[in-house]
């Protein structure tokens, strides 16, 4: 039976011997955020992706992810460790349903969060991520429709941030939805000097009670660097804890728990298909890789190029 030393000597081997530079979503297990050569939010490993001059990209990460990674840098190998890491609000949104709605709403603009497929990117007018959504949503005449696709959670954060309306697709995470306000009103009693800070995909009546609100990353800053609490409430997926905690040992990071306190409802289940055993196989044998048909990889490029120019 094979130890955890020898997994992890086996993935730097790889690693060497491929050329390779593994790049890890803050919500993924500790031991693969430990051993990933970049950690990031959604925007900071597509930037890495599009950087790197590795030949093959490990992208611990979900398929949206590194898909998006392959359609910015399209001559590198790029392998998810696990095909079936999809993401509940990209499959909430169709491409054919997508266009049958831009079709009904033909004076709007589309604006695509990027946990969608490169098909509906593709259809879109411009991309954003949760770290700079306020921005592209600004960067739009305000005469300007918008249609606003798949999350209707983090649609409706910017309504109120922009002071704009938008047509909101019904998407939503599987994972920020079940936060429970219940249990985070609780936690709050108990602990009443303690920040609560949420990622924007949750719902309203979550978000009504935070102190901070933004992409991983942001959280990452305001509970380790901006804010000087002791004690924060942590409104998204668990892993990220793991970094809180190295940046600030001295801090208490408690995670916000699901309605339902039988299950892990906190934690992505496409995000923890990815294990150091998928890793170490999909290094050795280059697969499963992204593959992209070039004309929907152009058509996808453009709107995720708008949003990077800004
Ligand atoms: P970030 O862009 O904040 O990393 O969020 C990605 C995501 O999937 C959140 O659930
Ligand atoms: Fe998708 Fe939610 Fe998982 Fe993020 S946490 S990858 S939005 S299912």
């Not at 790889?14 to 050329?19: F, K």
């Not at 009693?189 to 995909?201: F, G, N, S, T």
């Not at 170490?280 to 048909?293: F, H, K």
Request: proline share 5%.
């Amino acid at each position: 039976m094979e130890t955890h030393i020898d997994i992890f000597d086996e993935i730097d081997a790889l690693r060497a011997e491929r050329n390779a530079i593994i790049l890890a979503h803050y919500y993924q297990d500790p031991d693969i955020q430990d051993l990933a050569d970049f950690i990031g939010d959604s925007l900071q490993l597509a930037k890495a992706a599009r950087d790197t001059d590795a030949d093959v990209i490990v992208f611990c990460g979900v398929h949206f992810m590194a898909e998006t990674a392959k359609i910015l840098n399209p001559s590198r190998t790029v392998v998810l460790p696990d095909m079936a890491a999809g993401c509940s609000l990209a499959d909430a949104a169709p491409g054919p349903d997508i266009a049958a709605w831009k079709a009904a709403h033909p004076d709007h603009v589309l604006v695509s969060y990027v946990n969608c497929s490169a098909d509906v990117k593709a259809q879109s007018d411009i991309i954003c991520t949760s770290s700079n959504a306020t921005r592209v949503i600004d960067s739009i005449p305000e005469d300007q429709g918008i249609l606003f696709c798949p999350d209707r959670n983090l649609g409706a954060w910017l309504e109120k941030q922009s002071g704009r309306d938008m047509v909101l697709w019904q998407g939503t995470c599987i994972v920020h939805e079940t936060f429970s306000e219940k249990r985070l009103i609780q936690l709050k009693v108990r602990h009443p000097d303690a920040k609560v800070i949420c990622h924007p995909e949750c719902e309203p009546n979550l978000l009504a009670h935070a102190d901070h609100i933004g992409s991983t990353s942001s959280l990452l800053t305001y509970a380790t660097t901006t804010d000087d609490a002791d004690t924060f409430i942590v409104g998204t997926e668990v892993g990220i804890i793991h970094q809180m905690e190295k940046a600030s040992p001295d801090r208490t990071f408690i995670p916000l728990p699901g309605m339902d306190e039988s299950c892990a409802c906190n934690e992505c289940p496409h995000m923890k298909r990815n294990t150091l055993e998928k890793i170490r196989d999909c290094l050795r044998d280059l697969t499963p890789q992204i593959e992209m048909d070039e004309t929907m990889r152009l058509r996808a490029l453009r709107p995720i190029e708008r949003m990077m120019e800004l």
